[in-house]
């Protein structure tokens, strides 16, 4: 009886979650590098793959990056539910929204880096990436919702956007290295507090007004 022919497989290819080995290449890529430097056959090499490999996953890099952005921002959301359900005032529950906040961007730099990509602005080619940053989004709005309860939502919607940029701009400059190399200023930890009590301070003083 004639045995069938193995076919060899592609040398290089096999792997037994080669999406998964991409993404975590990319995530130790980007803890000391910038998003710039980050190329598909730098992490086919570190994945130990052929050039090509990659591509049965992603299209290009772009779309690689992408994933890597709706990781970060679910695994936000999972975080921050927690926060947002907890049975505290509205005040307490936005600064600690905002310190959880800080310390995921301080945790998880390498997908923090490619969140907010402008690259990755399409929202119809990204659209996975866009409904987790959109439900990150509300996830906010719902807490203030509870701090003003009497404001449109547009306004509501306002505060949050103003609120998340304050928020997204000390975390830049924090992980750029910016704020721990201004002579005279806090310590980062205290400048964390400082930066989630103005926060909520900012929303609260809106809902006032």
Same mark, same amino acid.
Not at 1 to 23: F, I
Not at 80 to 102: F, G, I, M
Not at 172 to 184: E, H, K, T, Y
Not at 191 to 204: F, G, P, Y
């Given at each position: ?6 076919? =060899? #497989?592609?040398?290089?290819? +096999? ?35 052929? =050039?090509?490999?990659?591509? +049965?996953?992603?299209?290009d890099r772009q779309e690689l ?16 539910? $927690?926060?947002?359900?907890?049975? *505290?005032? =509205? ?11 800080? #310390? ?6 390498? +997908? ?6 402008? *690259? ?7 659209? $996975? &990436? ?17 701090? &003003? ?12 956007v103003i609120a998340w940029s ?8 924090? &992980? ?6 201004? =002579? ?9 507090? #400082?930066?989630?009590?103005? &926060? ?5 003083? #809106?809902?006032?007004?």
């Open positions: 009886m004639t045995r069938p022919l193995k076919v =060899p #497989a592609k040398a290089g290819y +096999h792997h037994a979650n080669l999406r998964r080995a991409l993404l975590d290449a990319a995530i130790n890529h980007l803890r000391d590098a910038p998003v710039a430097t980050l190329t598909v056959k730098q992490l086919a090499r570190d994945a130990k793959v052929s =050039p090509g490999a990659p591509y +049965h996953h992603f299209k990056l992408a994933a890597l952005a709706t990781e970060g921002f679910e695994r936000w959301i999972a975080s921050a539910s $927690t926060v947002a359900a907890a049975p *505290e005032t =509205p005040s307490n529950k936005l600064a600690n929204l905002a310190r959880a906040w800080l #310390a995921f961007a301080a945790e998880h730099t390498p +997908h923090y880096r490619v969140m907010f990509l402008s *690259e990755l602005a399409d929202r119809q080619r990204f659209a $996975t &990436m866009h409904a987790a940053a959109a439900q990150a989004l509300e996830l906010l709005v719902g807490v203030l919702r509870e701090a &003003m309860p009497d404001a449109a939502d547009g306004r509501r919607a306002e505060r949050a304050t928020l997204h701009g000390f975390a830049s400059l924090r &992980m750029n290295g910016v704020l721990g190399n201004i =002579p005279g200023v806090p310590e980062l930890e205290a400048l964390e507090d #400082a930066a989630a009590a103005s &926060m909520a301070r900012l929303v609260l003083d #809106a809902a006032d007004s």
